[in-house]
T-cell receptor, first 116, second 113 residues
Framework: AQSVTQLGSHVSVSEGALVLLRCNYSSSVPPYLFWYVQYPNQGLQLLLKYTTGATLVKGINGFEAEFKKSETSFHLTKPSAHMSDAAEYFCAVILLGSGNTGKLIFGQGTTLQVKP | EPEVTQTPSHQVTQMGQEVILRCVPISNHLYFYWYRQILGQKVEFLVSFYNNEISEKSEIFDDQFSVERPDGSNFTLKIRSTKLEDSAMYFC???????????FGPGTRLTVT
């Protein structure tokens, strides 16, 4: 079955440090890939997406992610963490092919803690 | 900027009661979705809706659930007889085309007592 796996339910970094949130997917064909962020008591906001084209995609708030087909990965990075980045991050995919209704399949989420 | 809205933001109901969660998708979008997130768990797909009919539903979306687009703007999720395990945050999302980003509403927190 197709799935999305986020390694690490909690990640803690110091302010100014590199942020790396891992996401791997399993699918017979490369899906469309997304990262969403959820701040406390808020809805889901799109950070960035990969559909086709350049495999390194840049999103809002200084985040970027690289699609690596050979590794079936779509890890999220940010060079320097800010306190305001503390949130829950969800990797998600849309599977392509016949019968695709565009539903998102989410990973378990990673809580990012940023320490001063 | 257009946004998806949801009402109410929080609903408390007793077990066995019916609830209707309301969503107003972005006006030119064609595909509509409901997701739910049980506290501390991942976001789960419930149902997708296109051209006034359900296009896909998950195992969670049993006979107790129904969706409707009663007019040109609202998209509703009805739970006929709520159970304790229906307590969750329910998100509505919409998009113009499948395969592109979905825009999420702020969610309705449903508490079943």
């Amino acid at each position: 079955a197709q799935s999305v796996t986020q390694l690490g339910s909690h990640v803690s970094v110091s302010e100014g440090a590199l942020v790396l949130l891992r996401c791997n997917y399993s699918s017979s064909v490369p899906p469309y890939l997304f990262w969403y962020v959820q701040y406390p008591n808020q809805g889901l906001q799109l950070l960035l997406k990969y559909t086709t084209g350049a495999t390194l995609v840049k999103g809002i708030n200084g985040f970027e992610a690289e699609f690596k087909k050979s590794e079936t990965s779509f890890h999220l990075t940010k060079p320097s963490a800010h306190m305001s980045d503390a949130a829950e991050y969800f990797c998600a995919v849309i599977l392509l092919g016949s019968g695709n209704t565009g539903k998102l399949i989410f990973g378990q989420g990673t809580t990012l803690q940023v320490k001063p | 900027e257009p946004e998806v809205t949801q009402t109410p933001s929080h609903q408390v109901t007793q077990m066995g009661q019916e609830v209707i969660l309301r969503c107003v998708p972005i006006s030119n979008h064609l595909y509509f979705y409901w997701y739910r997130q049980i506290l501390g768990q991942k976001v789960e797909f419930l149902v997708s809706f296109y051209n006034n009919e359900i296009s896909e539903k998950s195992e969670i979306f049993d006979d107790q659930f129904s969706v409707e687009r009663p007019d040109g703007s609202n998209f509703t999720l009805k739970i006929r007889s709520t159970k304790l395990e229906d307590s969750a945050m329910y998100f509505c999302a919409s998009t113009r085309w499948t395969g592109v980003e979905q825009y999420f509403g702020p969610g309705t927190r449903l508490t079943v007592t």
